[in-house]
């Protein structure tokens, strides 16, 4: 939907409403999928939506309401429906009115959009998946994974005058390579498909699941353990997620309480968003009209920032920053090869699977290895070992950050720009069978 | 709507689809969620679209779109078909096995004896405050967060075989966490009316608000709690615990979708392969799980899933040994199954179906056993109550799990709270372990809200029910080694 037919629906909602304040959004877009399974392709789909929600105010008290029908008489009931909500609800002494119009002056230019992406078809993606697939099968290997493809836009329109719209698209591919008795897997994210490769992202799955065949045992312990940026990325994101919250510090609840301003890492480590990053774009705008921000989070070392919602950092007499628009992290010069050669006793990881936090507040994760965890000695590979569960300390572990690669685009849940790295007495505590 | 998803199957035949099914559907969500005194949100939401798949040329293909309306169906119909000759470009040399099942004609509704959506949302935010102020009038804790949740599922669904068939199942839950905050960390405790197919009843038949204030005091229990022991110890689990546990290493163990692969570039594979059906012993010979998709409360009972196959109840460990799996129409033939058991189901209009958890649970035990029987017979254990970390290996085999209250067991007493307690196992170590399940009268259905699975990742419902049951000798602390 383009911006002309969304702001055109964003303002009937306008003129149907009679409530004090009204935000309205609509995003939406078209999303589709083909997926492999043993070198066949095993689920193609495609989906076209656009989501309208509103959110009126009388007062203090709010409330909100949603449809996926676009019609006149959908769009009166859905301003009804959240008006009627919004006299039900007890007034809230955390609500913050609209965002101003002239916030939209913030917003960073981002230019996400490519006409390649948005019209890439099944046939094309269907005919590079199967190449890539006939070549890992000749190899004796079998290939599963996903093409994701297609683009979204936001809307937002409120009463105190905001109008914006942000379009992009997006690529998307995983594919793992499985052997006999081991797995390999490599991704590429790009806002344009002609910048993914699939035969290359096939090759580089099909390497590691080569070197990972026939995994030996290895004890659990403290190891010295390379990271790919995706493993990097998994840890980076419940990092972000369970400590950032500056409300939850304010009161006590996550594990950053009392640090704002303090050195908590090295000062080789900064994370930051930037919606602008050419390798990583985020969206510039956030659902509420608050744009989103250039801003830094640890800087070289210290926490720069907490993430503040309007309302918290109006009582904080701070400035809000909403959520990242992306994650960043700055990283080094080294190679995956120089950390290897650099390694008298170690580990290197291809991703994790299934990280949750254990502790919020010491704090504690815990995952496991996937698709490829291969021991190191003297500087060298020496062969795949089986998977391995950690326990660890995502802030401590920041601290025993050896060496760091240069970033790369990756994020499964939101856009991450990171390193591989090299950290010293990665506490791995248990095994499993494969 | 019958008419409409009618003209779906035929748009795709006429365009050379040689099955095709459609389903149109409407969801509705209502969230009231509280934190501290206020109601910090009322959101109803809904979505209404239809999608359309397709057996064109031996392969796949789908469409979906929120405009339902005769034309713009066509036009997804037409699409569907283009999408499975891409498919066809890798497709399996003998094409789609797609299991026979009945002509099915009917309609299926959860039972509600009083309609969610129809109480006032001022019964529901102020039962959410009256909570609240319980749990926060205890001393030490410090933040309190509830929510009332509901949905409704009105689906429709054709075949191209002729089934047509039509579903509206209806959802609910109540949660709420107090959290305790001192100088050096902060825990929490949770109670719920969990997840079921019901109506407002569920959530006025359970105590709510009598139990915020033993909450509260436990979560500032918590606190103060014992540092979890480190080594073997014998671990009685509630229902509302077991319900993660066997859905993370039996559930998704046994998807056969997963079992043959088809999920590996994601949500994973599993350990309980093909060649191991009727000779892996998973568990106890204690240990019976079946699946019930016809089950009161169960929040995958919907009448028929979405590949048309009509609910059905089955054992998939029977005596501790693997007998069967969690299937669907594309997948069944793999073990020889000449019907599906009806596991397909998609979480929207717009997301293909693909197999899903059934109510998936453990049978109780058949001798007369109270959970106070359990912890007398138990000389040095842990009882562990609710849900808190976990995490399994992408096979299902190496699990880690918390849980959101531990209380230590000495000479047959339940004694002093412990905390940060964790257990690790091997999947079928920790099934062999099963040495005592109570009776029927403790069983108990769990229902989960948000089970991930897919790619793009589809979030899915369903409910687990067990009896508490006592688990020998499992390896306990070894995350805060």
């Known amino acids: 939907m383009n911006e002309s037919q969304a702001q055109s629906i964003l303002q009937k909602i306008l003129d149907a409403s009679n409530a004090e304040a009204v935000v309205a959004t609509l995003n939406g877009g078209m999303s589709a999928t083909t997926r492999l399974a043993d070198n066949l392709i095993t689920q193609n789909f495609e989906s076209s939506r656009a989501v309208l929600t509103v959110s009126c105010a009388y007062g203090q008290s709010h409330g909100t309401a949603s449809t996926e029908d676009l019609g006149d008489e959908s769009i009166k009931a859905v301003v009804e429906a959240a008006q009627a909500i919004a006299k039900s609800m007890p007034p809230d002494p955390e609500y913050m009115p609209p965002v101003e119009a002239g916030e939209t002056a913030k917003y960073a230019k981002v ?271 020496v062969g795949a070992v089986k998977h391995m569960r950690f326990n660890e300390n995502p802030l401590d572990m920041l601290g025993r950050v050896e060496a760091m690669g240069p970033p790369q685009r990756t994020g499964e849940w939101m856009p991450m720009l990171v390193p591989a790295l090299k950290v010293r007495d990665f506490n791995f505590t248990s095994t499993t069978k494969f | 709507m019958k008419n409409l998803c009618r003209h779906a199957v035929e748009a795709a035949k006429h365009k050379g689809a040689t099955y095709a099914d459609a389903r149109i559907v409407r969801l509705r969500n209502q969230l009231v969620a509280a934190e501290d005194k206020r109601i910090e949100e009322i959101r109803d939401t809904e979505s209404f679209g239809v999608g359309v798949r397709v057996i064109a040329d031996g392969a796949w293909g789908f469409a979906a779109t929120a405009r339902v309306e005769p034309g713009e169906i066509e036009r997804i119909a037409a699409r569907a078909v283009e999408i499975a000759h891409a498919s066809a470009l890798a497709k399996a040399p003998d094409g789609i096995h797609w299991a026979a099942e009945p002509v099915h004609d009917g309609v299926f509704r959860t039972p509600v004896e009083k309609d969610p959506f129809e109480v006032s949302l001022e019964d529901k935010t102020g039962l959410l405050l009256a909570i609240g102020e319980e749990v926060l009038a205890v001393k030490g804790v410090k933040k309190y967060h509830g929510h009332i949740y509901f949905r409704r599922e009105h689906r429709f669904l054709a075949t191209s075989e002729g089934t047509l068939v039509e579903s509206e199942t209806t959802h609910g839950l109540a949660t709420y966490e107090a959290t305790a905050v001192d100088d050096s960390t902060a825990k929490t405790r949770y109670f719920e009316a969990p997840g079921r197919s019901a109506g407002w009843e569920h959530i006025e038949r359970t105590p709510l608000l009598a139990e915020a204030r033993r909450v509260g005091e436990d979560a500032v229990a918590h606190l103060k709690a014992k540092p979890t022991p480190v080594g073997k110890k014998d671990l009685i689990l509630t229902p509302s615990h077991l319900a993660l546990t066997m859905h993370e290493s039996i559930g998704h163990a046994t998807e056969l979708d997963r079992v043959l692969g088809m999920e590996e570039s994601l949500a994973g594979s599993s350990f309980a392969t093909i060649d191991k059906l009727g000779a892996l012993k998973y568990g106890s010979p204690l240990m019976n799980i079946v699946c019930d998709n016809t089950m009161p409360f169960g929040l995958a009972s919907r009448g028929w899933d979405d590949d048309g196959v009509a609910g059905q109840r089955w054992h998939v460990v029977k005596d501790g040994i693997l007998v069967d799996y969690m299937s669907g129409r594309e997948v069944c033939h793999a073990i020889g199954a000449e019907r599906s058991h009806g596991s397909c189901r998609a979480d929207s209009w717009a997301s293909i179906p693909i197999i899903r958890q059934s109510n998936i649970g453990l049978e109780p035990g058949t001798e007369p056993l109270t959970l106070d029987e359990l912890i007398s017979d138990t000389k040095d254990g842990i009882l562990i109550d609710g849900w808190g970390s976990f995490s399994i290996d992408q096979r299902r085999e190496n699990f880690q799990f918390g849980g959101d209250c531990f209380w230590e067991i000495k000479n047959g007493k339940k004694g002093a709270m412990l905390k940060d307690v964790t257990y690790q196992a091997i999947t079928t170590d920790f099934w062999g372990s099963l040495d005592a399940v109570c009776d029927k009268r403790f069983w108990d259905p769990v229902g989960i809200f948000g089970c991930g699975k897919g790619d793009p990742m589809q979030i899915a419902i369903m409910t687990h029910g067990s009896a508490p049951a006592r688990f020998r000798q499992i390896d306990v602390g070894g995350a805060t080694k």
């Open chain 1, 111 to 381: 230019d996400g959009y490519f006409d390649q992406t948005a019209g890439f078809g099944p046939q094309e993606k269907g005919a590079q998946l199967a190449v890539a697939a006939k070549s890992v099968a000749g190899k004796g290997y079998r290939l599963s994974g996903a093409y994701t493809s297609g683009d979204e836009f936001l809307a937002i329109a409120n009463s105190a005058g905001l109008k914006a719209y942000h379009r992009s698209t997006q690529g998307e591919v995983h594919l793992t390579a499985i052997g006999n008795n081991g797995s390999g897997w490599a991704e590429k994210i790009s806002e344009n498909t002609d910048e993914i490769d699939v035969a290359a992202v096939a090759d580089e799955a099909l390497r590691i699941a080569e070197l990972a065949q026939d995994p030996a045992d290895l004890d659990a312990g403290k190891y010295t353990l390379i990271m790919q940026p995706a493993a990097v990325s998994e840890l980076l994101m419940f990092f972000i997620w369970m400590g950032f919250d500056a409300k939850a510090a304010d009161e006590g609840h996550n594990f950053l309480r009392g640090k704002l301003g303090q050195k908590i890492a090295p000062e080789t480590i900064t994370i930051r968003s930037d919606p602008a990053e050419p390798n990583c774009l985020g969206e510039p705008f956030q659902r509420d009209g608050l744009a989103s921000r250039t801003i830094s989070w640890v800087d070289e070392g210290a926490l720069a920032n907490m993430i503040y919602s309007r309302f918290w950092a109006k009582k904080q007499a701070k400035a809000p920053t909403g959520h990242p628009a992306n994650i960043i992290m700055d990283g080094g010069t080294a190679t995956l090869d120089e950390m290897v050669a650099s390694t008298e006793r170690g580990l290197l990881v291809t991703h994790f699977w299934y990280i949750r936090t254990v502790d919020p507040m010491r704090p504690l994760l815990t995952g496991m290895t996937r698709d490829g965890l291969f021991l190191i000695e003297s500087g060298r590979i």
